[in-house]
């Protein structure tokens, strides 16, 4: 079966740097998205990797290491409102748009 | 640019009854899937259209039917509503085909069951 898992939860404070691991046990991998959502809001697109090596976009990275089924998400400088859950997915080759989420991380940034 | 437009936002609904919902995707985009987000199961992917063909179908019985129209809005239907039904239903819409291009979801339509 396909398997991704995320840690439930995560505290981290204003102006820090926090890291969202996410691990994968996936056949055909074809590609692994992050995605944020605010409560009561869609999920927005972050960040997208297919191959080896870091994706850097302003304050928000993702690596991946597809040997290993692991990615995560680097966000830097953090800020109150970077409070929200945090949602990987992978695709699959051959199935379309189809995309297999985690449970998402619920990213609580204090003062 | 509008962005994907789901319709309605809410939905109260009676055991037994059966619901349409409704996606209008990003213009110039042919794919559309549907999820379901519950708190206990998170977002579960129900079905994908492409060109108005369904291309991918979830692990979902056969009261989850959907179908796509020739401008690519699509429609979700589920019959003989069960309380586990009560989640939020998102559509997402991506350009299509096996590319890197992301899906860009709508707000949902939250459906209650009483």
């Known amino acids: 079966g396909q398997n991704i898992d995320q840690p439930t939860e995560m505290t981290a404070t204003e102006g820090a740097i926090v890291q969202i691991n996410c691990t994968y046990q996936?056949?055909?991998?074809?590609?692994l998205f992050w995605y944020q959502q605010h409560a009561g809001e869609a999920p927005t697109f972050l960040s997208y990797?297919?191959?080896?090596g870091l994706e850097e976009k302003g304050r928000f990275s993702s690596f991946l290491s597809r040997s290993k089924g692991y990615s995560y998400l680097l966000l830097k400088e953090l800020q109150m409102k970077d409070s929200a859950s945090y949602l990987c997915?992978?695709?699959?080759?051959?199935?379309?748009?189809?995309?297999?989420f985690g449970q998402g991380t619920e990213l609580s940034v204090k003062p | 640019k509008a962005g994907v437009t789901q319709t309605p936002r809410y939905l109260i609904k009676t055991r037994g009854q059966q619901v349409t919902l409704s996606c209008s995707p990003i213009?110039?985009?042919?794919?559309v899937s549907w999820y379901q987000q519950t708190p206990g199961q998170g977002l579960q992917f129900l079905f994908e259209?492409?060109?108005?063909?369904?291309?991918n179908k979830g692990n979902f019985p056969g009261r989850f039917s959907g179908r796509q129209f020739s401008n690519s809005r699509s429609e979700m239907n589920v019959s003989t509503l069960e309380l586990g039904d009560s989640a939020l239903y998102l559509c997402?819409?991506?350009?299509?085909?096996?590319?890197?291009?992301?899906?860009?979801f709508g707000d949902g339509t939250r459906l209650s069951i009483l």
């Open positions: 997915a992978v695709r699959l080759y051959n199935q379309g748009g189809k995309l297999i």
């Open positions: 996936t056949s055909g991998f074809n590609g």
């Open positions: 259209y492409f060109s108005e063909t369904q291309r």
């Open positions: 997402a819409s991506s350009l299509g085909g096996e590319s890197n291009q992301p899906q860009h």
């Open positions: 990797n297919v191959l080896d």
């Open positions: 213009s110039g985009h042919r794919s």
